[in-house]
Each structure stands twice: as structure tokens, then as C-alpha cells.
């Protein structure tokens, strides 16, 4: 049984941080890397950044790169999204996606949401012009 649960979104003003979390807990010790997606209005959903298991690699989306940053603590089986100097496109519901399944050769990062086993319910992003 895996749970993943988002948290942290709220209101902000452009130019504004906010750091939203996401907390997966599984009954096994397994290793899984983590996704961040995200969908705005009318839009479609969209990669935002990838964190692999031992933080060795991560990947960013173009709309998000040198702005927002992601980050794990295992220990607390936690992933962060650090978002910095935010636009009022980047106001969207967040999700947080875990890979469980074994990494295929020549794949360091995972883009597509059918690459993930569990999502979760999301949180709320919104940015005021």
C-alpha cells in the first residue's frame, strides 16, 4: 500500500517563493523516484521536475528550469519543490507522482505520466498578478 500525499499550496504574489512538499509512505522499504506534474487551467498536465532515489539526478521542465528546485529528505520520506520568483502561469494544481518500477537502461529521468505507479490528490498553486 503506497500513499502519497501533496502539500503546501496556497495564494502568492508574483515574484513570490513557496515550497509545497510531498510525503509518500509505503508499508516496504522500496526505492522510488518522484515526479513533479503539474495542471493549469485549460491545460494539459505538465512535467515539472524529476528526483531520482539518492538525489543523484534531477531534471527540470523548460517553463520551470533555473526557478524551481527539487530536493528529498529519506528519512522523513519527503520530497520539496522550491519555487522561486513565480508567475502567474505557473498558478496550477501540483501533483506528486512515484515510481516504483525497476530503471531502464539509458533512462535517468521519467517525463510521461504513465512511467509513474501513484499520484496524488494534489495542491492548490495560485499566483496574483
Known amino acids: 500500500q503506497v500513499q502519497v500525499v501533496e502539500s503546501g499550496g496556497r495564494m502568492v504574489q508574483t515574484g513570490e517563493s513557496l515550497r509545497v512538499s510531498c510525503v509518500v509512505s509505503?508499508?516496504?522499504?522500496?526505492?522510488?523516484?518522484v515526479g513533479w506534474f503539474r495542471r493549469g487551467p485549460g491545460k494539459e498536465r505538465e512535467f515539472v521536475a524529476f528526483?531520482?532515489?539518492?538525489?543523484?539526478?534531477?531534471h527540470y521542465g523548460d517553463s520551470v528550469k533555473g526557478r524551481f528546485s527539487i530536493s528529498r529528505d529519506n528519512a522523513k520520506n519527503t520530497v520539496y519543490l522550491q519555487m522561486n520568483t513565480l508567475k502567474p502561469e505557473d498558478t496550477a494544481n501540483y501533483y506528486c507522482?512515484?515510481?516504483?518500477?525497476?530503471?531502464?537502461?539509458?533512462?535517468?529521468?521519467?517525463?510521461?505520466?504513465?512511467?509513474?505507479?501513484?499520484w496524488g490528490q494534489g495542491t492548490q498553486v495560485t499566483v496574483s498578478s
Open positions: 528526483i531520482d532515489y539518492s538525489s543523484e539526478t534531477t
Open positions: 507522482a512515484a515510481r516504483f518500477r525497476p530503471r531502464q537502461s539509458g533512462r535517468p529521468w521519467y517525463l510521461n505520466n504513465d512511467e509513474y505507479d501513484y
Open positions: 509505503r508499508r516496504t522499504a522500496a526505492t522510488f523516484d
